[in-house]
């Protein structure tokens, strides 16, 4: 019964930060209507601030993050993103942009009010740059933790942290390192146990509405194309020659293929370039995919709560239930989605480094 109690006061908490609204019956003159597309796509982006929710009567409340920039006219500023007041203010002749073809961006003015040409360059810890701190600081204490619990329960059976993560390190080394590595295999694991439990712990810390957890980070392309970048840079530098003698002059292919012009290499080329990339949309499309469904049904209550309160409460029930077993199916992706990514780029170092026979 309290797991059952524990399980709903989460719900709550989840609600609150990702609607942000109060549910009421259909809109008076001069409120605005429920925009679920608006809400879904908001809660998603990347942002200046942690935004908690917004009260009936307007007012936001947020966790503002570090703004650096750099002008190409006055030079470097660092200021909190409380200073835009939520996009209604400037700060020392900068602006955030809510509307129009530079939403979501900040441009600069002179002194006059003119806008100045070229954006300032944006290096600010925004949202994601939190959330993918936070993973990569939890990934070097969960293995430095479980590291010193090892080293002081030599020949002992593990316990605490480590009963949990050791299972997983033994399976990213014996059933995908040395399972899909056949020359020295060794030699990557630390590669793809750091990969795994980053891409685990940003997918499983998405899942978690309170900050800083909640950040929308391998969601963002940008994160993903980032790892697929490392997982390409291990595989094509660790690759031997005959990797590469397969690229530029694949065997077995008639001479007319290659020369005069290089269809066959051309083509392998793109697939070079191509695996890398699949491993990032896969990745970004999947835990993207799973927050805005599960948005999707939290917006439904919000929804229906604009016709009538009747109608919000019998659709409230089934909202709740659909979340529920969405949120479980996302756990389940977490783990899924780290084991594919680590799988194959263990797979495409195997084939980068197999010894020819």
Same mark, same amino acid.
């Given at each position: 019964m309290r797991s059952i109690k524990k399980l709903f006061s989460l719900l709550a908490l989840t609600i609150i930060p990702i609607v942000g609204i109060k549910a009421t019956n259909t809109p008076t003159e001069g409120e605005k209507s429920f925009n679920a597309g608006k809400v %879904?796509?908001?809660?998603?982006?990347?942002? !200046?601030?942690? +935004?908690i929710m917004t009260l009936p009567s307007g007012k936001h409340i947020s966790i503002p993050l570090p @703004? %650096? $920039?750099?002008?190409? !006219?006055?030079? %470097? +500023? %660092?200021?909190?993103?409380?200073?835009?007041?939520?996009?209604h203010e400037r700060y020392k002749n900068f602006e955030y942009v809510t509307v129009g073809k530079n939403k979501g961006s900040i441009v600069e003015y002179d002194s006059d009010g003119n806008l100045l040409d070229g954006k300032p360059y944006d290096f600010s810890i925004k949202k994601n @740059? @939190?959330? $993918?701190?936070l993973g990569i600081f939890l990934t070097f204490f969960i293995h430095r933790k479980s590291l010193k619990i090892a080293e002081s329960r030599r020949g002992m059976p593990p316990k605490g942290l480590l009963s949990a993560t050791e299972p997983l390190v033994l399976f990213v080394r014996d059933d995908i390192a040395r399972a899909c590595i056949s020359h020295r295999p060794d030699k990557f694991v630390p590669f793809l146990l750091s990969l795994f439990f980053m891409i685990l712990i940003t997918n499983l810390s998405g899942l978690i509405p309170i900050p800083p957890f909640g950040a929308n980070v391998t969601g963002n392309l940008s994160v993903t194309l980032g790892l697929a970048l490392f997982s390409f840079l291990i595989i094509n530098i660790n690759a031997n020659k005959q990797y590469w003698k397969h690229i530029y002059n694949t065997p077995g292919v008639p001479w007319f293929m290659k020369f005069p012009i290089p269809i066959m290499p051309l083509v392998e080329l793109i697939g070079l370039i191509l695996k890398p990339l699949v491993l990032a949309i896969r990745l970004f499309a999947n835990i993207l995919g799973g927050h805005i469904v599960t948005l999707a049904f939290f917006s439904l209550i919000f929804i229906f709560a604009q016709m009538s309160e009747l109608a919000a409460g019998l659709v409230s029930p089934f909202s709740i239930v659909f979340v529920l077993f969405i949120w479980t199916l996302e756990i389940l992706v977490a783990f899924i989605q780290a084991y594919v990514f680590t799988l194959l780029t263990a797979i495409f170092i195997g084939s980068a480094v197999a010894e020819h026979h």
């Amino acid at each position: 019964m309290r797991s059952i109690k524990k399980l709903f006061s989460l719900l709550a908490l989840t609600i609150i930060p990702i609607v942000g609204i109060k549910a009421t019956n259909t809109p008076t003159e001069g409120e605005k209507s429920f925009n679920a597309g608006k809400v %879904i796509m908001g809660h998603l982006a990347d942002s !200046y601030e942690w +935004h908690i929710m917004t009260l009936p009567s307007g007012k936001h409340i947020s966790i503002p993050l570090p @703004v %650096i $920039l750099y002008s190409r !006219y006055t030079g %470097i +500023h %660092i200021f909190m993103s409380s200073k835009f007041h939520h996009g209604h203010e400037r700060y020392k002749n900068f602006e955030y942009v809510t509307v129009g073809k530079n939403k979501g961006s900040i441009v600069e003015y002179d002194s006059d009010g003119n806008l100045l040409d070229g954006k300032p360059y944006d290096f600010s810890i925004k949202k994601n @740059v @939190v959330g $993918l701190f936070l993973g990569i600081f939890l990934t070097f204490f969960i293995h430095r933790k479980s590291l010193k619990i090892a080293e002081s329960r030599r020949g002992m059976p593990p316990k605490g942290l480590l009963s949990a993560t050791e299972p997983l390190v033994l399976f990213v080394r014996d059933d995908i390192a040395r399972a899909c590595i056949s020359h020295r295999p060794d030699k990557f694991v630390p590669f793809l146990l750091s990969l795994f439990f980053m891409i685990l712990i940003t997918n499983l810390s998405g899942l978690i509405p309170i900050p800083p957890f909640g950040a929308n980070v391998t969601g963002n392309l940008s994160v993903t194309l980032g790892l697929a970048l490392f997982s390409f840079l291990i595989i094509n530098i660790n690759a031997n020659k005959q990797y590469w003698k397969h690229i530029y002059n694949t065997p077995g292919v008639p001479w007319f293929m290659k020369f005069p012009i290089p269809i066959m290499p051309l083509v392998e080329l793109i697939g070079l370039i191509l695996k890398p990339l699949v491993l990032a949309i896969r990745l970004f499309a999947n835990i993207l995919g799973g927050h805005i469904v599960t948005l999707a049904f939290f917006s439904l209550i919000f929804i229906f709560a604009q016709m009538s309160e009747l109608a919000a409460g019998l659709v409230s029930p089934f909202s709740i239930v659909f979340v529920l077993f969405i949120w479980t199916l996302e756990i389940l992706v977490a783990f899924i989605q780290a084991y594919v990514f680590t799988l194959l780029t263990a797979i495409f170092i195997g084939s980068a480094v197999a010894e020819h026979h």
